[in-house]
């Protein structure tokens, strides 16, 4: 599938010859027969160029196919399912004890003429990923959707020297260093901001309890039968801290309600509705970059109608970190509703201000009465509106939450200016590589010819 149309000319790239990856890759396919009674290491490839990672571990009886490969270090990879979805990786040594399934088909490069990084760049660019979108095949919905290796080895490229690719890499590599402290940063100061928060309530932090070798108690006694659950109980780590002000139940301080549910019948019509999804609410902020809309009558537009100062709590999530994050809706759409997976929370602002809340349920302390409620199937925690309506809160005089909530407002916006500099850093990253691979921009430590 030629390029020509995007490869750009001068900076040296007219001599770069153009190359099918046929030319420059080889497809990996040792594949092992499976053994019904062996353990097998499955991996995947996660999207958005997040890398290989380790999915499951099952025996051979319980695998669909009749053989899996290996992977194989220094191996570029993709996932055929989602390749449309820049699900591409380069195989590192610590996953060579790793196998996968035949819609993981991997690819040894000519490293005389090309390196696995360059490619992997190459692959992950927003030229190459439209690209793929178009080549991918299926008979289903677009998520079933292959992108076959015969489309992959027929791909193009203009193939720069091997220190040039180098020195693309390297640009890349450490730009990724760059953005990482700057995360990093940000997440410290992020750290930071709750630490100081929960010191002005009087709230000490306890650090983790050293956990016993040995334990015994009686199964009554249990409320619920986890490890984690079990030993907080018993060292007295499932209560909430004490602080300088009392703690009162949120069911007390505001009205909780769900959403509305998605269904054929509520199809966006006549009386279509913007509406928050699951996706829209982060840990702190709304990210509103994709709205869909909903079918909600007139009659029943009050009910679901999202009001300046609702705060909305995630109701299931697969990671602890995330289970029952809260952003506050500030009235950045008219006649916004939300669905039934985020439950509403409106308090009595005579009480209990809604950053403030906000604040405190996005803390690890004031989110622990969720990871205790929550209730799990097939790996997702989830919590309901009575968990909710019974979540403890700290309840300073208003005077107190409004200084608390003005300091706090302060910091979140330089944390937001910080993580907006490391996202804008990735993003001019991402497109100085694209410009430096189709020749469109000059590879920095590489002088052009004349």
Not at 231 to 244: A, E, F, M, R
Not at 313 to 323: A, K, Q, Y
Request: glycine fraction near 6%.
């Amino acid at each position: 599938m030629p390029l020509r149309e995007a490869i750009g000319h001068g900076s040296g790239a007219d001599s770069w010859p153009i190359e099918n990856l046929g030319e420059v890759v080889a497809l990996f396919d040792d594949k092992a027969r499976v053994d019904p009674d062996a353990e097998y290491r499955m991996a995947g490839v996660k999207w958005y160029a997040g890398g290989v990672f380790h999915r499951e571990t099952v025996l051979g009886k319980d695998l669909s196919a009749r053989y899996v490969t290996p992977l194989q270090p220094g191996a570029l990879i993709y996932n055929r399912l989602f390749a449309w979805k820049e699900s591409f990786a380069v195989v590192e040594q610590q996953h060579s004890s790793l196998f996968v399934s035949n819609e993981f088909p991997q690819f040894l490069p000519d490293t005389t003429r090309v390196f696995a990084e360059f490619l992997y760049l190459f692959c992950t660019t927003p030229t190459i990923t439209r690209l793929v979108n178009a080549a991918s095949a299926g008979s289903a919905a677009v998520s079933r959707n292959r992108f076959k290796e015969a489309e992959f080895l027929r791909f193009s490229l203009r193939l720069p020297p091997l220190p040039i690719q180098q020195a693309i890499v390297d640009h890349w590599k450490h730009a990724q260093e760059r953005v990482a402290v700057a995360k990093g940063k940000a997440d410290e100061h992020d750290q930071d901001v709750d630490g100081s928060f929960l010191e002005a309530l009087g709230i000490r932090v306890r650090s983790a309890a050293e956990r016993p070798r040995v334990l015994a108690l009686s199964f009554s006694d249990l409320d619920r039968w986890a490890v984690s659950s079990v030993v907080d109980q018993v060292l007295h780590l499932d209560c909430p801290p004490d602080g300088k002000y009392p703690l009162v139940q949120l069911g007390e301080l505001a009205g909780v309600s769900y959403g509305i549910q998605k269904s054929p019948s509520n199809r966006p019509g006549l009386c279509a509705r913007p509406y928050l999804r699951v996706a829209n609410v982060r840990k702190g902020f709304l990210d509103l970059s994709e709205i869909k809309e909903i079918e909600v009558s007139d009659r029943d537009l009050p009910t679901y109608l999202l009001k300046p100062g609702d705060i909305l709590f995630v109701e299931g999530n697969g990671s602890r970190s995330e289970l029952g994050r809260v952003a506050k809706w500030s009235g950045e759409i008219e006649d916004c509703v939300h669905q039934n997976h985020l439950i509403k929370v409106r308090p009595n602002q005579e009480r209990l201000l809604p950053d403030f809340a906000m604040t405190w349920f996005n803390t690890e302390i004031g989110r622990s009465h969720f990871f205790r409620a929550a209730k799990s199937s097939s790996g997702l925690g989830t919590i309901n509106s009575s968990e909710v309506r019974l979540a403890p809160i700290p309840l300073p005089p208003l005077d107190v939450q409004r200084k608390l909530v003005s300091e706090i407002i302060a910091a979140c916006e330089r944390i937001a200016g910080e993580r907006a500099a490391a996202a804008k850093l990735a993003a001019d990253t991402a497109r100085e590589v694209e410009e430096m691979i189709l020749g469109h921009r000059p590879v920095p430590g590489i002088k052009a010819k004349a």
